[in-house]
């Protein structure tokens, strides 16, 4: 399970449509995946993009699957 809040102070949220331009920690089963600044989200809260950053591609997230996102 994911923290319920992170030492950089994050807090689960569920209105990710709300996140566009915020950095946010991604997690999956308790597993810290990423952490990376929001580029674009589903209106529905379905889905969120993590903006490309350094050698890292742009990566979909999305509820069904289980991610949790802390911001």
Known sequence: M?????SAGR????????????TVEVWL???HI???VVEQAADDDSVLWI???????????DKPTGYRILA
Do not use: I, N, Q, V
């Open 29 to 31: 089963l308790g597993e």
């Open 2 to 6: 994911s923290p319920s809040k992170t």
């Open 34 to 36: 990423m952490t990376g």
């Open 11 to 22: 807090g689960p949220r569920s209105d990710w449509a709300r996140l566009t331009g915020h």
């Open 51 to 61: 903006a490309a950053a350094g050698t890292s591609t742009r990566r979909l997230f």
